[in-house]
């Protein structure tokens, strides 16, 4: 089924150690953005890219890192976990036509990430 | 910096009352605002959207919400409550600029008692 594939689901990390949350979409969509969602919070914003070579920091970018070398894949780096990186983190897509980031976004399922 | 509230963090009601969820935010701008519901154990999704005209903007199951821009708000109703809308709900708004940031505000965990 098309729609945006997050990997791994569940991930348990130490600190300090590194990990990539991969996220993969199949409608050829253009815009592609990362949340964090932690409770009482929402979600906060992380990186987004508006198409292929092309990314921009959110509201909370600091010690995350993206890249977009292809329009399907967006991932997203942890270069040294930290315990406040605990949190559930949502992929989400959206065509690239008009504004971007204006159409409708799909959301992959998830990964709950636990730093300890 | 823009900024995205939702004033209510917890609403409980009985079925059949009606329900009114604020959204505010802080961008001068023209915006794109949009109603994100987050059902038990599924993934977001989009319950409505406002890019331009009518103000008041219909959406599914039955909710609707109304752009008021001298008020900066967007908020959510529904007359109606049911036990099958107990989620948690999201207000979403698009800076129109070249930033393209779509920023959430914290959310909205509503409860419907049967």
């Known amino acids: 089924n098309a729609g945006v594939t997050q990997t791994p689901k569940f991930q348990v990390l130490k600190t300090g150690q590194s990990m990539t949350l991969q996220c993969a979409q199949d409608m050829n969509h253009e815009y592609m953005s990362w949340y964090r969602q932690d409770p009482g919070m929402g979600l906060r914003l992380i990186h987004y890219?508006?198409?292929?070579?092309?990314?921009d920091q959110g509201e909370v970018p600091n010690g995350y890192n993206v890249s977009r070398s292809t329009t399907e894949d967006f991932p997203l780096r942890l270069l040294s976990a930290a315990p406040s990186q605990t949190s559930v983190y949502f992929c989400a897509s959206s065509p690239g036509t008009g504004i971007p980031g204006a159409n409708v976004l799909t959301f992959g399922a998830g990964s709950r990430l636990t730093v300890l | 910096a823009q900024s995205v509230s939702q004033h209510n963090h917890h609403v409980i009601l009985s079925e059949a009352a009606s329900l009114e969820l604020g959204c505010n935010y802080s961008y001068g701008g023209t915006v794109n605002l949009f109603w994100y519901v987050q059902y038990p154990g599924q993934h977001l999704q989009l319950l409505l959207k406002?890019?331009?005209?009518?103000?008041l903007v219909k959406g599914i199951k039955g909710f609707e919400a109304e752009f008021i821009k001298s008020k900066f708000s967007f908020n959510l109703r529904k007359p109606s409550v049911q036990w099958s809308d107990t989620a948690e709900y999201f207000c979403a708004v698009l800076r129109m600029d070249s930033s393209y940031k779509l920023i959430f505000g914290s959310g909205t965990r509503l409860l419907v008692r049967p």
């Open positions: 890219s508006v198409g292929a070579g092309i990314t």
């Open positions: 406002y890019f331009s005209g009518d103000p």
